[in-house]
Every structure is written in C-alpha cells, then in structure tokens.
Antibody, heavy 121, light 110 residues
Framework: QVQLHESGPGLVKPSETLSLSCTVS????????WSWIRQPPGKGLEWIGY???????KYSPSFWSRVTMSVDSSKNQFSLNLNSVTAADSAVYYC???????????????WGQGILVTVSS | EIVVTQSPLSLPVTPGEPASISCRSS???????????LDWYVQRPGQSPQVLIY???NRASGVPDRFSASGSGTDFTLKISRVEAEDVGVYYC????????FGPGTKVEI
C-alpha cells in the first residue's frame, strides 16, 4: 500500500523559501499525479497544485507566482518550494497522490500525515 | 476562479438519524463529457482527510454505503443515511473542473 511522508523544516523565516519533500513508499512515483494541499491552523483545506511524474505541473492561481514543484524519480520523491513566505503561509502541508478509476478523472486518493510549517522570525 | 460554498458550516447530528450537507459552486461543474467534477472528503479528528465520493456520486473504495451524493450544475448534496459515531469530523466538497477549490467545510458533531 502506498504511503506518503512529508519532510522539511518546521520553521521558516518570513521572506524566505519554504521547501518540503514527500517520500513515496510502497509504490513508484512513476505514472501518477502528485499534489500539495495545505491547511492553516484551525482552518480549511487549500489546494496548492499538482505535478505529473513526467514534470508537468498545474498550480492554483492563488500560488502560481510563488510555487515550484518538482519530481526526483531516483529518490521516489517530489518536492514543494514556496517562496517569499509570510505568517499567512503557516499551515499543515499535506502531500498526496491523485487516483483515477477511469483515466480521465483524478481525485485525491492517498494523503500523507501532514507536516506543520510555521513562518516566524 | 470557481468559488465553492457549503451549508451548514456546523451540523449537530444524532446517531441513527440521517444527515445532509449542501455544497454550491459559483459555476456549473458539469463537464462537457457529461460528468460532474466534484468530490467529497472527510477529515476526522486528528487525521488527514480522506475521499468519500468522487466525480459527483461515485463512492470511493471502502466507503460505507450509508454515504451517498447527488446533484448537478451548481447544487450538490452529501447524505448520510444513518449517522454513526465515527462519522464526526469536517466534511469538504471540492470542485475539480477548473484547478481545484475546496469548500469551507462542514463540521459534523454529535
């Protein structure tokens, strides 16, 4: 069974870049779409974007000027970089895999446990 | 950007009784292929979210059949036929037609 595990610094300074990785275990990163979703403390879910294992990306308009996602197939990992962070970027960040039953519709089928990132000086 | 709203935002429920959550989108979520581009997720206390329903009305694998969803265009509903204690949590709808946008969530509590 595929499992996802987020890793990265739990504290980032304002104006710096938030960098997280997601390690995929129990399955291959190839052939799938991978996404990042965040949840500010006590608030709802926010979609950040997704990346195909081939490198194709699609970012939410709310983030596209600040976000970069990448895949490292050799490590079975994918990553998120969010630059110019502020306190409003403090959140639990989830990595996830999109799942399809029919090859034309994808839903979030597998979620990581989430990692709390706080933006503070 | 498609805006998604939910009501109510808080829903007290009674075990054994039915419950329903409404989700509305600012634009129709009907794709040209005829399918509905909307999912439902639940985030139980202390857990990561998990999918309940995808593409409008399709129950994900392992989801109990007491959960069902319906709707078209801009109005959608998630129904729990008989609430169980384990159903407490926050329920989110998410549109997938243009990028992806979550609704604000509905907190279901007993």
């Amino acid at each position: 069974q595929v499992q996802l595990h987020e890793s990265g610094p739990g504290l980032v300074k304002p104006s710096e870049t938030l960098s997280l990785s997601c390690t995929v275990s129990g399955g291959s990163i190839s052939g799938h779409y991978w996404s990042w979703i965040r949840q500010p403390p006590g608030k709802g879910l926010e979609w950040i974007g997704y990346i195909h294992y081939s490198g194709t990306t699609k970012y939410s308009p709310s983030f596209w000027s600040r976000v970069t996602m990448s895949v490292d197939s050799s490590k079975n990992q994918f990553s998120l970089n969010l630059n110019s962070v502020t306190a409003a970027d403090s959140a639990v960040y989830y990595c996830a895999r999109l799942t399809s039953e029919n090859f034309f519709y994808w839903y979030v089928g597998v979620w990581g446990q989430g990692i709390l990132v706080t933006v503070s000086s | 950007e498609i805006v998604v709203t939910q009501s109510p935002l808080s829903l007290p429920v009674t075990p054994g009784e039915p419950a329903s959550i409404s989700c509305r989108s600012s634009q129709s979520l009907q794709h040209s292929n005829g399918h509905t581009y909307l999912d439902w997720y639940v985030q139980r206390p202390g857990q990561s979210p998990q999918v309940l329903i995808y593409m409008g009305s399709n129950r994900a694998s392992g989801v109990p059949d007491r959960f069902s969803a319906s709707g078209s265009g801009t109005d959608f509903t998630l129904k729990i036929s008989r609430v169980e204690a384990e159903d407490v949590g926050v329920y989110y709808c998410m549109q997938t037609l243009q990028h992806r946008t979550f609704g604000p969530g509905t907190k279901v509590e007993i």
